[in-house]
């Protein structure tokens, strides 16, 4: 597998890309508020063997705008979206599959917890 500090390319229409965003310092009380922690990287896959790892949140718009055709795949969409928008201009989207929400519409009721830990 390849890392490459380095924005990715545009990619085809309806690519699909796995995006995950990593924040640091974020007060536990507001997690899911976009007024705390700060950026510490964004990746983003395309194929298995390479990542594009973005950690200048300055990059941000521009890595958006490279993806912005593709269908994006996050795990707990909500919460990196949320955080994204703080540095990105970041519309609605119809072109998005959140795994956790899939988890739980399939498992529903047989789990306690659906973080990535327990997919």
């Not at 490459?4 to 924040?23: G, K």
Request: a negative charge.
């Amino acid at each position: 597998m390849q890392i490459l500090h380095d924005l990715p390319p545009h990619f085809p229409d309806n690519t699909y890309v796995a995006l995950d965003t990593e924040i640091y310092g974020m007060n536990e009380k507001q997690m899911h508020r976009p007024n705390s922690g700060k950026f510490a990287c964004l990746t983003v896959c395309a194929d298995p063997d390479t990542v594009y790892f973005i950690d200048n949140e300055k990059d941000l718009p521009e890595v958006f705008s490279r993806i912005e055709n593709c269908i994006w795949i996050f795990q707990n969409a909500h919460f990196d979206l949320v955080h994204l928008r703080r540095w990105a201009n970041i519309p609605p989207r119809t072109r998005l599959i959140d795994t956790m929400i899939i988890d739980r519409i399939l498992w529903n009721g047989y789990y306690d917890s659906f973080s990535e830990e327990a997919l």
